[in-house]
Nanobody, 122 residues
Framework: QVQLVESGGGSVQPGGSLRLSCTAS????????MGWFRRAPGKERELVAR??????YYPDSVKGRFTISRDNARNTVYLQMNSLKPEDTAVYYC?????????????????WGQGTQVTVSS
């Protein structure tokens, strides 16, 4: 069983930056595609970044502002978030997909973290 633990959330002013971390235990981290999702109040959970054997993916809403990376030696995936906007406020979740290509859909992920709150407000 894979366990994922996120950290790094918090409150920041618009234009600020945060880096989220997600550390995995169990399983073979290096084989998994990893994704970062978020759920804003009243909205469905959405993918904001994915890293897999075929590269990275970002939706237009965060492209150029968010960067996903991983350190397989540390079993950790990161989400660097720059130029944050109030609409980025959400609970952010990391997720692992056992298939290395990585899904763009929530249903494609097998393991989930508990989430970390990010609040962007002046």
């Amino acid at each position: 069983q894979v366990q994922l633990v996120e950290s790094g959330g918090g409150s920041v002013q618009p234009g600020g930056s945060l880096r989220l971390s997600c550390t995995a235990s169990g399983g073979t981290f290096s084989r998994y595609a990893m994704g970062w999702f978020r759920r804003a109040p009243g909205k469905e959970r959405e993918l904001v970044a994915r890293i897999s054997s075929v590269g990275t993916y970002y939706p237009d809403s965060v492209k150029g502002r968010f960067t996903i990376s991983r350190d397989n030696a540390r079993n950790t995936v990161y989400l660097q978030m720059n130029s944050l906007k109030p609409e980025d406020t959400a609970v952010y979740y990391c997720a692992a997909d056992k298939f290395s290509l990585g899904s763009l859909r929530e249903s494609g992920y097998d393991y989930w973290g508990q989430g970390t709150q990010v609040t962007v407000s002046s």
